[in-house]
């Protein structure tokens, strides 16, 4: 079964600029979750989405937000972005909401000049 | 805040050495999993503890849940250079909604 896939890998963006990061859960997995991670503040939880449907949402501006389609694909968007926003992005899926284990992607590396 | 707190934050030792982090919370989780991450890479899952006083194997790692499922530790038997990451804990609270430790960052040296 495939793992998690993040899209892109790597992107540079100037601040003012908005980003979209993509994420394919694996197959049969209905949750996905979002998390920011920096060498100062660790693995922050964005948001969860379970059947399209946003279900938990971080301590983080209006600015970051996401969506999840029918496919349980997931994308995440940041407006307006900040030097500050520069981090590694990672996605995780969960076969459902109420399930123990996560399972994550490689990350975005996100890099705002 | 951290809701966890792992200790140490950074551990160097030298191939073949014993080890053991620990990951702490005044709070009770209804489960704890560990994670080890490589430089550029996302986590990767270890483990999930659920029991309170569970004790988990694999191969040369040990993962202890605490009676009162508010701490674990992970022990590393004979480290190799191949266990140098990141370790993270993560803990879920009665509807799963995870939250994670700062690390703790294991270089192993040959």
């Known amino acids: 079964k495939a793992g998690v896939t993040q899209t892109p890998r790597y992107l540079i963006k100037t601040r003012g600029q908005q980003v979209t990061l993509s994420c394919s859960p694996i197959?049969?997995?209905?949750?996905v979750s979002w998390y920011q991670q920096t060498p100062g503040q660790g693995l922050q939880f964005l948001f969860e989405?379970?059947?399209?449907?946003?279900?938990n949402k971080g301590n983080f501006p209006g600015r970051f937000s996401g969506r999840q389609f029918s496919n349980s694909r997931s994308e995440m968007n940041v407006s307006t972005l900040e030097l500050g926003d520069s981090a590694l992005y990672l996605c995780?899926?969960?076969?459902?909401?109420?399930?123990?284990?996560?399972?994550f992607g490689p990350g975005t590396r996100l890099t705002v000049t | 805040t951290q809701l966890l707190e792992q200790s140490p934050q950074f551990l160097s030792i030298q191939e073949g050495e014993n080890l053991t982090v620990y990951c702490n919370s005044s709070?009770?989780?209804?489960?704890l999993q560990w994670y080890r991450q490589e430089p550029g890479e996302g986590p990767v899952l270890l483990v999930t503890?659920?029991?309170?006083?569970e004790v988990k194997k694999l191969k040369r790692l040990t993962f202890q849940f605490g009676d009162a499922r508010k701490d674990s530790s992970l022990h590393i038997t004979a480290a190799q250079p191949g266990d140098t990451g990141l370790y993270l804990c993560?803990?879920?609270?009665?509807?799963?909604?995870?939250?994670f430790g700062a690390g703790t960052r294991l270089t192993v040296k040959p």
């Open positions: 995780a899926s969960r076969f459902r909401a109420a399930s123990y284990e996560q399972y």
């Open positions: 197959s049969g997995h209905r949750s």
């Open positions: 989405y379970f059947s399209e449907t946003q279900r």
């Open positions: 709070s009770v989780f209804s489960s």
């Open positions: 503890v659920v029991t309170g006083g």
């Open positions: 993560a803990g879920g609270d009665n509807n799963n909604d995870m939250r």
